[in-house]
Nanobody
């Protein structure tokens, strides 16, 4: 399974961005797909995840970020709004079979990451 993340960029505080992750393979609907992020000098952290039956978010992004998936196109989109400088990070998408999980060690497949920079 290969993942390809794209759609990062440089924005100002309060702006929106919509990175996407394309998941290669024929059984996309079996996978939970998550977004993690890693800010400079910090550990990677869970952001949001989605399965065919539901989704979950980190407290820091609830109400600002929305994750969605298109099973026909094998992609997952993270709609980010009201962005803050603290959201600056490399955003990674990851996949695992079954339900979603906040622990990165449980994900078997990872994309290369896309950089999101939010200026104040």
């Amino acid at each position: 399974v290969q993942l390809q993340a794209s759609g990062g960029g440089l924005v100002q505080a309060g702006d929106s961005l919509r990175p996407s992750c394309v998941v290669g393979g024929r059984t996309f609907n079996r996978y939970a797909v998550a977004w993690f992020r890693q800010a400079p000098g910090k550990e990677r952290e869970f952001v949001a995840a989605i399965t065919w039956s539901g989704s979950g978010y980190a407290d820091s992004v609830k109400g600002r970020f929305t994750i969605s998936r298109d099973n026909a196109k094998n992609w997952v989109t993270l709609r980010m709004s009201s962005l803050k400088p603290d959201d600056t990070a490399v955003y990674y998408c990851a996949a695992r079979i079954g339900d979603w999980d906040i622990r990165e060690v449980t994900y078997d497949y990872w994309g290369q990451g896309t950089l999101v920079t939010v200026s104040s």
